[in-house]
């Protein structure tokens, strides 16, 4: 029986070796890293909503093959483990254990889990810290990127096929020689989203094929981990009280916008965190001319002239640049607003030269800044 246990599951920037990669072609590495989320799993769980404040600590992740994926987690003073198995009929069983209770679940079509409370004790549920979650089997993602440096740059979607006159090459290059990075390669589809549990179970690392996007036009230094992020997806744990992002890449009205998400997801995930600014290099970032929210999508005729986020800006007029970022900043406004309130006192959110304050229940006085260079 092979056994795979993911301590903590994050990949640490500042302890991880990536000498060897450099050693590698570009297009290697890509394959690389495409290949080696195949064995990767977990439960991943978060409070739904505001949930009082309450953060989850994800402690380790256990993959045994024909048998189970279970993640551990920590709830206040107590720890708790969601698991998908198989049972004696080869089907997916889930299950929530805590001290004293055990809770059934089911995986949904997307791979969610719904839990069944239905004749558990409600008030020990509650104090063990298991109400109101939201979870997912994960299969075929990257762990935890544990980002404990102040500053990081993070260059989404690298690959040709988002800027083909490389427009943004040069700019990106500088930001990769002055800051820790990260670069983050986009995938097809979402692609293990509602796949098979017991399938993936029973075979462990399943090659799931990789839809092959042109490699970068740009030489990534092999210090600089690689790693998977489809449409801007990957999870992030923050420890800094100040954390400074910086983004090139593409695209800023979706898979930026996804993964600026992620990270303030772990941000009001940290009890100590602050402050975190995102700051937007607008000549090293492209954007497509659909937006994933109404409101950021590009005019045709202006995004036919370049799609360079720069260029997009210049060639806007007022009012559609106007609209644009009055879209951009009231998304997240509205967001944080209704669903992490219980995560700050007060919440500043600076957006190039507007400021707004935002009252919530929680204890401390947070601030995030929007920045375009």
């Given at each position: 029986?092979?056994?795979?246990?993911?301590?903590?599951?994050?990949?640490?920037?500042?302890?991880?070796?990536?000498?060897?990669?450099?050693?590698?072609?570009?297009?290697?590495?890509?394959?690389?890293?495409?290949?080696?989320?195949?064995?990767?799993?977990?439960?991943?769980?978060?409070?739904?909503?505001?949930?009082?404040?309450?953060?989850?600590?994800?402690?380790?992740?256990?993959?045994?093959?024909?048998?189970?994926?279970?993640?551990?987690?920590?709830?206040k003073n107590n720890k708790f483990?969601?698991?998908?198995?198989?049972?004696?009929?080869?089907?997916?069983?889930?299950?929530?254990?805590?001290?004293?209770?055990?809770?059934?679940?089911?995986?949904?079509?997307?791979?969610?889990?719904?839990?069944?409370?239905?004749?558990?004790?409600?008030?020990?549920?509650?104090?063990?810290?298991?109400?109101?979650?939201?979870?997912?089997?994960?299969?075929?993602?990257?762990?935890?990127?544990?980002?404990?440096?102040?500053?990081?740059?993070?260059?989404?979607?690298?690959?040709?096929?988002?800027?083909?006159?490389?427009?943004?090459?040069?700019?990106?290059?500088?930001?990769?020689?002055?800051?820790?990075?990260?670069?983050?390669l986009d995938d097809y589809n979402?692609?293990?989203?509602?796949?098979?549990?017991?399938?993936?179970?029973?075979?462990?690392?399943?090659?799931?094929?990789?839809?092959?996007?042109?490699?970068?036009?740009?030489?990534?230094?092999?210090?600089?981990?690689?790693?998977?992020?489809?449409?801007?997806?990957?999870?992030?744990?923050?420890?800094?009280?100040?954390?400074?992002?910086?983004?090139?890449?593409?695209n800023h009205n979706y898979c930026?916008?996804?993964?600026?998400?992620?990270?303030?997801?772990?941000?009001?995930?940290?009890?100590?965190?602050?402050?975190?600014?995102?700051?937007?290099?607008?000549?090293?970032?492209?954007?497509?001319?659909?937006?994933?929210?109404?409101?950021?999508?590009?005019?045709?005729?202006?995004?036919?002239?370049?799609?360079?986020?720069?260029?997009?800006?210049?060639?806007?007029?007022?009012?559609?640049?106007?609209?644009?970022?009055?879209?951009?900043?009231?998304?997240?406004?509205?967001?944080?607003?209704?669903?992490?309130?219980?995560?700050?006192?007060?919440?500043?959110?600076?957006?190039?030269?507007?400021?707004?304050?935002?009252?919530?229940?929680?204890?401390?006085?947070?601030?995030?800044?929007?920045?375009?260079?």
């Open positions: 029986m092979y056994k795979s246990l993911l301590s903590s599951a994050v990949l640490f920037l500042s302890t991880l070796s990536y000498a060897s990669l450099s050693q590698d072609s570009m297009s290697e590495r890509i394959q690389k890293a495409y290949k080696d989320l195949n064995g990767k799993t977990r439960v991943w769980c978060e409070y739904f909503g505001n949930m009082q404040g309450e953060i989850l600590e994800e402690l380790e992740t256990e993959y045994i093959k024909d048998s189970h994926i279970s993640t551990v987690y920590q709830a483990k969601v698991m998908v198995s198989i049972n004696d009929k080869g089907r997916e069983r889930v299950e929530l254990l805590t001290t004293g209770l055990r809770v059934e679940g089911k995986l949904k079509r997307n791979n969610s889990v719904k839990f069944n409370f239905r004749g558990v004790d409600y008030n020990l549920s509650k104090e063990r810290g298991i109400l109101n979650l939201s979870c997912a089997l994960e299969i075929a993602v990257e762990d935890t990127v544990n980002v404990d440096t102040r500053v990081l740059h993070v260059n989404v979607h690298p690959h040709e096929d988002y800027d083909l006159a490389g427009r943004t090459n040069e700019r990106t290059l500088e930001l990769l020689d002055i800051f820790p990075s990260i670069a983050l979402r692609k293990a989203e509602g796949y098979d549990a017991v399938k993936y179970i029973s075979s462990k690392g399943v090659n799931f094929g990789v839809k092959k996007f042109k490699d970068p036009s740009f030489e990534i230094p092999g210090s600089i981990p690689i790693l998977v992020a489809p449409a801007g997806h990957i999870k992030y744990k923050v420890h800094n009280d100040d954390t400074i992002i910086h983004y090139s890449g593409g930026i916008w996804n993964n600026t998400r992620r990270f303030i997801n772990a941000f009001f995930r940290s009890s100590t965190a602050k402050r975190i600014d995102f700051i937007y290099h607008t000549h090293a970032i492209v954007n497509q001319m659909g937006g994933i929210i109404r409101g950021i999508s590009i005019p045709r005729g202006v995004f036919w002239k370049s799609n360079l986020l720069a260029d997009i800006f210049d060639n806007m007029s007022a009012s559609q640049k106007i609209s644009y970022h009055k879209a951009y900043r009231d998304f997240f406004i509205n967001d944080l607003a209704k669903f992490k309130s219980a995560y700050f006192k007060t919440l500043t959110i600076r957006y190039q030269n507007s400021v707004h304050t935002i009252q919530g229940g929680g204890q401390l006085d947070r601030e995030i800044n929007f920045i375009y260079k």
